[in-house]
Nanobody
């Protein structure tokens, strides 16, 4: 069983909302960083948001600031997404690392050593 299992994807109209969940095998506090990445067809995977369980610090890429919010509890990490836009569509992956990484590496997918299977987000009218 994958240590990370995403859920909550779906299809919404522009302006709609979704809440993604990433269930963690173990405790989210076991990880240095847990993040959400997304990939649209024909584009590279990009980091969207991440959280450091040890400090509570969160990071967002500029296009989602003010619309996405990452939170966590002991068993899962969540990504609340509001005012969704067509450019937010893609497969959203949850990723985690138990290794210390530098602040400029938080959105580097090669620094994460655990991945979920992904959940599809579709935004269209």
């Amino acid at each position: 069983q994958s240590p990370l299992v995403e859920s909550g994807g779906g299809s919404v109209q522009p302006g709609g909302s979704l809440r993604l969940s990433c269930a963690v095998s173990g405790n989210t506090a076991d990880y240095y960083s847990i993040g959400w990445f997304r990939q649209a067809p024909g584009t590279p995977r990009e980091g969207v948001s991440c959280i450091r369980p040890g400090t509570g610090d969160t990071l967002y890429i500029n296009p989602v600031k003010g619309r996405f919010r990452i939170t966590r509890d002991e068993k899962a990490v969540y990504l609340q997404m509001i005012n969704l836009k067509p450019e937010d569509a893609g497969v959203y992956f949850c990723a985690a690392t138990d290794k210390q990484i530098q602040v400029w590496e938080f959105f580097s997918d090669d620094k994460y050593n655990r991945w979920g299977q992904g959940t599809q987000v579709t935004v269209s009218s």
